[in-house]
């Protein structure tokens, strides 16, 4: 049974570098902002790792649009930066479901249906209505 070991193998090492990118990113926001450093495991494994690298992409973007809000001359707290960072990514994953999206889209295919039910039976009840 080669294929199965192969495929234990796999879903390890897929389940290891899932809880690496949980425990890196957890210090990303800080070292984006510049209140932290990474150690060497750390920056050994942002190097390699794509999801990683587009976190911290994601932060320095939303880094450049606080600092694009904030009026000149003020300065905040130098954690404040990293705490904001995180809190949106966080509210971000924690909040986005696509359950709300589907409901929306049934409600309005179903609303669509009922509306042209009513234009069929209304037709029907009366003719020439739809022609005029």
């Known amino acids: 049974m080669p294929a199965v070991d192969g495929m234990a ?20 926001p800080a070292w984006v902002a510049g209140e932290a450093d990474l150690d060497k495991r750390a920056r050994d494994h ?16 939303m880094l450049r ?6 009026p000149p001359g003020d300065q905040p ?3 404040l930066l990293s705490d904001i960072i995180a809190g949106l990514d966080g509210q971000r994953r924690a909040h986005w479901s696509p359950a709300p999206w589907v409901a929306i889209g049934v409600a309005a295919v179903a609303g669509a249906a009922g509306a042209a039910g009513v234009l ?6 009366r003719p020439g209505m739809l022609t005029g």
Do not use: F
């Open 65 to 70: 649009t606080l600092h694009a809000l904030r």
């Open 46 to 61: 942002l190097a390699q790792c794509l999801r990683c690298q587009a976190d911290v992409a994601r932060y320095r973007r």
């Open 120 to 125: 069929l039976w209304s037709a029907r009840r």
């Open 9 to 28: 193998t796999l879903v390890d090492r897929v389940l290891r570098r899932v809880g690496e990118c949980d425990a890196v990113g957890g210090l990303l």
């Open 77 to 79: 707290p130098p954690e």
